[in-house]
Every structure is written in C-alpha cells, then in structure tokens.
C-alpha cells in the first residue's frame, strides 16, 4: 500500500502563495498517477490539479494559470505551487495517489493540510 502525507498548508493573505508537499512511501512503485484535491465546508471534494507518471498534467479550470503540480522522484514527492491565491482556495487540501491495475487499481488518500485564504 502507499502512505501519503501532506504539509505546508497556512494562513495566507489573498494574493500570496504557498507550496504544498506530499510525500510518499510504501508500494511507490505501483503509482501511475497523482494529483491535489480539495474540500471546502459544505462543499464535494474536488479535483485541482493530476500528474501522470508520465509528467502530464491537468487542472482544474478555477486554478489554471495559478497553481502548478509538479514532481521530484528522487524524494518520492509532490508538490503544489498556488500562487494569487484567492478566499475561494479556502479548503483541505487532500493529496491522492492511483495505483496501477496489477496492483489493483486502488486510491490513496492523505491526511489533508488546511489552506487558508483571509485577509
């Protein structure tokens, strides 16, 4: 199985930015992809942005342009870079990790880190 764990969650001022981290342990080898979601109050879970194994990327429409997902294999983590950020980032950020079908197709979660936006 794979373990994920999140940090550099905060309180920011809108406009500013922050840097999550996820890092990762366990089957490492069987993640084909990974990405950030996050959790408003009251609100569903939502997808913000996914990496492939591959290095592509995709995002949420609401965070194009401002937040970028990356990789560094090496520390077996990943990151997500928000930048002008907004009050409407205000979430639990959650990082997710799918494994391959070989070794079952399952999701990961980690813990979360609150994000949040206020001035």
Same mark, same amino acid.
């Given at each position: 199985?794979?373990?994920?764990?999140?940090?550099?969650?905060?309180?920011?001022?809108?406009?500013?930015?922050?840097?999550?981290?996820? /890092?990762?342990?366990?089957?490492?080898?069987?993640?084909?992809?990974?990405?950030?979601?996050?959790?408003?109050?009251?609100?569903?879970?939502?997808?913000?942005?996914?990496?492939?194994?591959?290095?592509?990327?995709?995002?949420? =429409?609401?965070?194009?342009?401002?937040?970028?997902?990356?990789? =560094?294999? /090496?520390?077996?983590?990943?990151? !997500?870079?928000?930048?002008? !950020?907004?009050?409407? =980032?205000? /979430?639990?950020?959650?990082?997710?990790?799918?494994?391959?079908?070989?070794?079952?197709?399952?999701?990961?979660?980690?813990?979360?880190?609150?994000?949040?936006?206020?001035?």
């Amino acid at each position: 199985q794979v373990q994920l764990v999140e940090s550099g969650g905060g309180l920011v001022q809108p406009g500013g930015s922050l840097r999550l981290s996820c /890092a990762a342990s366990g089957t490492i080898f069987s993640v084909t992809r990974m990405g950030w979601y996050r959790q408003a109050p009251g609100k569903q879970r939502e997808l913000v942005a996914v990496i492939t194994g591959g290095g592509s990327t995709n995002y949420a =429409d609401s965070v194009k342009g401002r937040f970028t997902i990356s990789r =560094d294999n /090496a520390k077996n983590t990943v990151y !997500l870079q928000m930048n002008s !950020l907004k009050p409407e =980032d205000t /979430a639990v950020y959650y990082c997710n990790a799918e494994t391959s079908p070989a070794w079952g197709g399952a999701n990961y979660w980690g813990q979360g880190t609150q994000v949040t936006v206020s001035s």
